[in-house]
């Protein structure tokens, strides 16, 4: 009985490691500076702050990810069904040029920025990124719903939408 409670409790602890949620973003991962479109310097905060009182769906992709290549259909569905929720692209592309490309050829609709400080920076520190894409939802109150989502299909990313 000692080995099973033992073996209950190891993986329990496991899955709680793999599975950390956060409700609202570290100072650090506010203060991360971002590349818009325009080659403008942008915080995360401001970005935050610029779609304050809507529900956000955040994609953390880059253009040469093939499961966010494959997932970019999801998306765009979602997208397509609930046209009142923000989507907000945060992009790991090594260079502008590149991401700016991706976007156009992609055609994606939404607000994009550059994650300049890449998967080590303050923001991907933040999500302890080991994987893209990675999908998150803020909702209208500025706190952090879903957090660690890599599927489109996550009943929990689904239910946060509605």
């Given at each position: 009985?000692?080995h099973?409670?033992?073996?209950?409790?190891?993986?329990?602890?496991?899955?709680?490691?793999?599975?950390?949620?956060?409700?609202?973003?570290?100072?650090?991962?506010?203060?991360?500076?971002?590349?818009?479109?325009?080659?403008?310097?942008?915080?995360?905060?401001?970005?935050?702050?610029?779609?304050?009182?809507?529900?956000?769906?955040?994609?953390?992709?880059?253009?040469?990810?093939?499961?966010?290549?494959?997932?970019?259909?999801?998306?765009?569905?979602?997208?397509?069904?609930?046209?009142?929720?923000?989507?907000?692209?945060?992009?790991?592309?090594?260079?502008?040029?590149?991401?700016?490309?991706?976007?156009?050829?992609?055609?994606?609709?939404?607000?994009?920025?550059?994650?300049?400080?890449?998967?080590?920076?303050?923001?991907?520190?933040?999500?302890?990124?080991?994987?893209?894409?990675?999908y998150?939802?803020?909702?209208?109150?500025?706190t952090?719903?879903?957090?660690?989502?890599?599927?489109?299909?996550?009943?929990?990313?689904?239910?946060?939408?509605?």
């Open positions: 009985m000692k099973i409670f033992l073996v209950s409790l190891f993986v329990s602890t496991l899955l709680s490691c793999q599975n950390r949620v956060e409700t609202e973003f570290s100072e650090a991962a506010l203060n991360d500076a971002f590349v818009t479109l325009n080659g403008d310097s942008i915080l995360f905060k401001t970005i935050l702050e610029n779609h304050q009182g809507n529900t956000v769906f955040i994609d953390v992709w880059a253009s040469w990810c093939k499961d966010c290549l494959e997932g970019l259909p999801s998306v765009k569905a979602l997208q397509a069904k609930h046209s009142e929720v923000d989507f907000v692209y945060l992009s790991l592309d090594k260079t502008q040029k590149a991401w700016r490309k991706g976007v156009d050829r992609l055609e994606i609709k939404g607000d994009h920025y550059l994650m300049q400080s890449g998967w080590k920076g303050a923001m991907g520190t933040f999500l302890d990124l080991d994987w893209i894409p990675r998150m939802i803020i909702d209208k109150q500025g952090i719903k879903v957090f660690n989502a890599i599927k489109t299909s996550d009943i929990t990313l689904i239910n946060n939408l509605k």
